[in-house]
């Protein structure tokens, strides 16, 4: 029982430590400035206003534009989108390819694409502006889309081929004989048995691509800047009064919606999981 | 152009090689309408390899498949006109049973009610009207291998393949699909190519065996054939259950009689081998392997006419079935099994009469193991 309790307590414990600074942008973001300055961090707020969240969304300055994060959030979402969408469907396709369709040297072309998995962003930066610049794409949401699809690939192409080499062989074979081809097996077959791997790629693609900051900053201009570039500017703004609340509920904001992609995506993760774990 | 007479499956030189590793080589084989061919041998003999060829699933290194008297070598699995049965039945996980079944006309752009016929025909023959609308996971082992069978039935090929597809099953439910199949056989009048690891199997199933042996096809014939007459020591060893004895020994042709002279304990025997269609002639003095089944090794109560001998061998384990028992007995430095009458009282250890009727043995060359 004393075990339990200590269990418990050291819980207890964790759950304090990773939330605090949670909970401290939230009661930050509800304060009034004045009642920031005035009372300690851990305070509660003496009447919650949401004045800061609406000047956060609608009319904080990011640079020379005082709209708030509204544009760019919209932004975000176009980017990352098509974005998440295309880098998992192509991860698919490249790990069925993989996994069932080998061909000379498919392993040396996985061996490279996992190597892709692991090169920094800033090492690719130069090369791809260089890149887009050449497409025709720099400072467009299309050449985000573009960068976050390419990089994603290793990753998703990963997820994919892990997944499906534990689909038996002898599926394609009768498949063949039946008279499906590449795509028909994959549509008809394959991705039935996704919605497991979906969830996690999607989950991880989103999480990536929505929270980048370096791509976003680098490959962007005015009217095309992503969310997470917006926060900076708002937050490291050098004129006039910090305004703190300002900044915790565009912090909240920016980082909402990945914390709603898992409370949501989550759910059907596990569902997915224990589905696919019956045999047959 | 495909006449009656072709042969429904031909191939002719066909080799297979991964690499460096020669799987399969120069193997020739022609099965006519109605036949019932099982391809048997250990594992890693070959004979998935070359049903995969068969089938499309892999390419030949080399040589000519015909089916139907049309040449498939180049042909994409769905366009000759075959439908295998898998060993993991690979049906497709997220379809329903009549979706599994139907799949293929579907792909090939069937109409729905053609597909509904087929389906129907096909669902009531298998007796899984039942369970048209359950998905794969909700089937017992038997119900999906009927479904396998169902989506190979509706294609109506000209070859059905079966690649081990009762190795999943519990022995009770396999003996029972093994009836199956082979009642399926003779009322669709189907041509089969089975691949199956298991003797039993091959020889209660097929019309023709074909025993593989690292690549190579040693034997082939009706079963009855391939039992009583194994063209090596693999073959007589692979079929059968329990496996052929053999004893060394050594052929004497003294004074006009022809004996092959076995060592016992501190003794010889000979065992009369007058009988016996040396194909090319006893050799006094030639070392070989006389093979015999153990039903021909019993009690002595039990006599017929032809040659026999009997000796005072040792038990040294008895099994007993039911409708008979299966002794181990020493002889010379190794030991010979034998199925004795139930009723026969057996001691381990007490030296017991018994009777080898040899009118059944082969004769093998010791170094090649050939058939003599």
Known sequence: ??????????????????????????????KTLDEIRAGSLMSLPESASLTSWSTAWGSACAGILCEGLQPFFWNSVKMVVPAVLLSTFLGAVNGYALSHWRFRGA???????????????????????????????????????????????????????????????????????????????????????SPPIIVVTVIWQFTQIWNDFLFGVSFSQAGTQPITVALNNIVNATTGVKEYNVDMAAAIIAGLPTLIVYVLAGKYFIRGLTAGSVKG | MAGTKDPVLKIEGLSKSFQDVD????????????????????????????????????????????????????VAPKDRDIAMVFQSYALYP????????TFGMQVRGASRAEQREALDQVASMLQIDHLLDRRPAQLS?????????????????????????????????????????????QRLDATIVYVTHDQTEAMSLATEVAVMEAGVIAQRGPPQEVYDYPVNTFVAGFIGSPAMNFIEGCIRTGDGAVEIEIALDGATAAL???????????????????????????????????????LELVPTLVETNGFDQHVNLALGRGEIGGRFSPRERITIGTPL????????????????????
Request: hydrophobic share 50%.
């Open chain 1, 107 to 193: 392993n040396l072309i996985f061996a490279l694409m996992l190597f892709g998995c692991f090169i920094p962003f800033q090492v690719v930066l130069l090369p791809m502006a260089r890149t887009l610049g050449m497409l025709g794409l720099a400072g467009s949401l299309s050449g985000l889309v573009l960068v976050h699809v390419v990089y994603g690939l290793g990753f998703t192409t990963l997820f994919f081929r892990n997944f499906y080499v534990t689909v038996p062989v002898e599926l394609v074979k009768a498949a063949k004989i039946d008279g499906a081809g590449f795509f028909t097996i994959f549509f008809r077959i394959f991705l039935p048995l």
């Open chain 1, 1 to 30: 029982m004393a075990l339990r309790g200590l269990l418990y307590l050291l819980l207890v414990v964790f759950v304090a430590y990773y939330m605090l600074p949670l909970f401290v942008m939230a009661i930050t973001s509800l």
């Open chain 2, 353 to 372: 009469r018994t009777r080898i009727d040899l009118s059944q043995m082969s004769v093998f060359d010791r170094e090649s193991g050939r058939r003599l």
């Open chain 2, 94 to 101: 997220r379809m329903t049973v009549a979706k599994n079944i």
């Open chain 2, 272 to 310: 009369p081998a007058q009988h016996y269609p040396f194909a090319g002639g006893a050799t006094d003095g030639a070392e070989v392997i006389v093979g015999i089944r153990p039903e021909y090794v019993a009690g002595s109560d039990r006599s017929s006419d032809g040659p026999a001998v009997v």
């Open chain 2, 23 to 74: 799987v399969l080589m120069d193997i020739d084989l022609a099965i006519d309408e109605g036949a019932f061919l099982v391809l048997v041998g250990p594992s890693g003999c070959g004979k998935s390899t070359l049903l995969n060829c068969i089938a499309g699933l892999e390419e030949p290194s080399a040589g000519r498949i015909q089916i139907g008297g049309r040449d498939m070598t180049a």
């Open chain 2, 141 to 185: 082992g038997g119900q999906r291998q009927r479904v396998a069978m169902g989506r190979a039935l509706v294609r109506e090929p000209k070859l059905f393949l079966f690649d081990e597809p009762l190795s999943n099953l519990d022995a009770k439910l396999r003996v029972e699909m093994r009836a199956e199949i082979k009642r399926l056989h």
